[in-house]
C-alpha cells in the first residue's frame, strides 16, 4: 500500500520558520507530482503549493508566494516545504498529495494519495 507520512509541523512564533517532510513509499515517486494542502479551522482545504515529476516547475498559493517554498528529493521519495515569515493566518494542518497525472494542480481532485496531515501553528 502506498503511504505519505508528514513531519516537521510544530508551534512556532510569527515571522519564524519551519520545514516540513512527505516521506513516501511511492515505487516511482518521480512519475508523481507533489502536492501541499493546508485545511485551517473552521476552513476548507486549500492549495499551498505543487511540484513537478522532476522539480522544473514549481507554484505557489498567493498568500504564501514569496514566502514558501517546495522541493523534492527522489532519491529519498521526499518531498519539502520550506515555510519562511510564519503568520497567524497559516495555522493549519498541513497535507501532502501525490499526482501521477499533471492539470489543474490547485484542485485537491487531482491527486490520487494523500497524507494525514501535520499541525503547523503560528502564534502571534
Known amino acids: 500500500q502506498v503511504q505519505l507520512v508528514e513531519s516537521g509541523g510544530g508551534l512556532v512564533q510569527a515571522g519564524g520558520s519551519l520545514r516540513l517532510s512527505c516521506a513516501t513509499s511511492?515505487?516511482?515517486?518521480?512519475?508523481?507530482?507533489m502536492g501541499w494542502f493546508r485545511r485551517a479551522p473552521g476552513k476548507e482545504r486549500e492549495f499551498v503549493a505543487v511540484?513537478?515529476?522532476?522539480?522544473?516547475?514549481?507554484d505557489y498559493a498567493d498568500s504564501v508566494k514569496g514566502r514558501f517554498f517546495i522541493s523534492r528529493d527522489n532519491a529519498k521519495n521526499t518531498v519539502y516545504l520550506q515555510m519562511n515569515s510564519l503568520k497567524p493566518e497559516d495555522t493549519a494542518v498541513y497535507y501532502c498529495a501525490a499526482a501521477f497525472r499533471w492539470g489543474t494542480m490547485t484542485s485537491e481532485h487531482m491527486y490520487d494519495y494523500w497524507g494525514q496531515g501535520t499541525q503547523v501553528t503560528v502564534s502571534s
Open positions: 511511492l515505487r516511482t515517486f518521480s512519475n508523481y507530482a
Open positions: 511540484i513537478g515529476y522532476s522539480g522544473g516547475i514549481t
